[in-house]
């Protein structure tokens, strides 16, 4: 069902006792406000655990910022979708730019990685865009087709309207380069277009695409306001309780 999320991809930072504080302290924001918007958090693997006993009763879904493309085996350092299911985690991130720049991941691992992520009643979030030079060069549509294309389209209906889009403009990303919410919602209102043309416009309707390309307090407002837009995966920002707030508060 397509709804507003706000999610925290914290990446790799934060130790034990800072992201312990971290926790508490968007706790007691959730506690003190009532956003329009479902809150997701991805903390590092090792606190997963102390994020669900936390969180068991306060509705802020917790996330793996990613998950491995096999079943079970002799995978050192990987996490299964089934481990992740046995600690009652909300889901996974799949796919994002990092995972794909420094790890090799491409949208067929995805591909794999989606489908046991739902075969454990996990929610993928698959994380898709293009590069700097690949927007310049005018591939952007192209590239975001095929990312979609090859991660997603042989999932049954039922099961992509289990996924969650995240757009991430890779180019606008740390290169100084800015997206703006019309170039934003260009490609959101693309990729919903895709899976209209695949499975029809009510499964594409049903489906959250969210932004993923610097969202800040200043800006989350507009960029929320777009049609396709359904939220944001945000990653600096969600290290501040402050300036997270104010992003879930672009939805007010």
Request: hydrophobic share 35%.
């Amino acid at each position: 069902m397509r709804k507003n999320i706000v999610a925290g991809n914290w990446k790799m930072n934060k130790n034990v006792i800072e992201a312990q504080q971290l926790m508490f302290q968007l706790l007691q924001y959730k506690k003190n406000h009532t956003p329009n918007c479902e809150i997701w958090i991805a903390p590092p693997s090792l606190y997963l655990m102390m994020a669900k006993d936390l969180y068991e009763n306060d509705e802020i879904g917790i996330f793996a910022q990613d998950m491995s493309e096999y079943e079970s085996g002799a995978y050192t350092g990987e996490i299964s979708a089934a481990m992740l299911e046995s600690l009652d985690i909300t889901g996974a991130i799949i796919g994002h730019s990092e995972r794909r720049q420094y790890h090799g991941e491409t949208d067929s691992h995805c591909n794999r990685k989606i489908k046991l992520a739902l075969d454990q009643g996990l929610t993928p979030i698959y994380c898709n865009g293009e590069t700097l030079e690949q927007r310049k060069s005018g591939k952007h549509l192209e590239v975001v087709k095929n990312q979609t294309e090859v991660a997603l389209f042989t999932l049954s209906a039922d099961e992509i309207k289990k996924v969650v889009i995240a757009y991430e403009p890779v180019w606008a990303i740390g290169t100084g380069e800015t997206a703006s919410p019309e170039q934003a919602q260009e490609i959101h209102a693309h990729i919903r277009s895709l899976i209209a043309e695949k499975y029809g416009q009510e499964v594409a309707d049903d489906i959250s695409i969210l932004y993923g390309g610097s969202v800040k307090p200043d800006n989350a407002k507009e960029i929320f306001s777009q049609p396709d837009i359904d939220g944001g995966l945000i990653g600096g920002a969600a290290l501040n309780v402050a300036d997270f707030g104010k992003i879930i508060e672009g939805f007010s």
